[in-house]
């Protein structure tokens, strides 16, 4: 349901009938990034990226999490700063391929 500042997405899952009670679910979506994306007033090609890890979740019995972010093609010198510990196991850093993309764009894995 879409409603003036954000959507609200509620889904039931089914079970299949011989598959038992452990499934795997993935969910992602697009988010627009002009309440989220800033620009250093001081350095116009310098950007900041702010957005809620665990957005709405704290009600889900969900054992793993894997965040991506895929930034834009060109972006370089990227910084990553968590309001938690990670080690280097948690966080890669690699290239996503889309349908058109031709040098791959930064993409952002937390686990």
């Known amino acids: 349901m879409r409603k003036e500042d954000s959507v609200e997405f509620v889904i039931e899952p089914r079970f299949p009938i011989f598959g038992q009670w452990k ?3 993935n969910q992602g979506y697009n988010m627009p990034t002009e309440k989220h994306l800033f620009i250093n007033p001081s350095n116009k ?3 900041t990226l702010e957005v809620d890890y665990m957005h709405a979740w704290d009600k889900s019995s969900t ?3 894997t965040v991506r972010v895929i930034l834009p093609e060109g972006a ?3 910084k990553l ?3 938690f510990q990670v080690t280097g196991a948690d966080v890669s ?3 996503y ?3 058109l993309d031709y040098f791959g764009r930064p993409e952002i ?3």
Request: net charge negative.
């Open 97 to 99: 391929f889309g349908i």
């Open 81 to 83: 700063e968590l309001p």
């Open 23 to 25: 499934t795997d679910w």
């Open 93 to 95: 850093v690699g290239k």
């Open 63 to 65: 054992e793993d999490y």
């Open 76 to 78: 370089s010198n990227i």
């Open 109 to 111: 894995i937390i686990n």
């Open 45 to 47: 090609k310098e950007h």
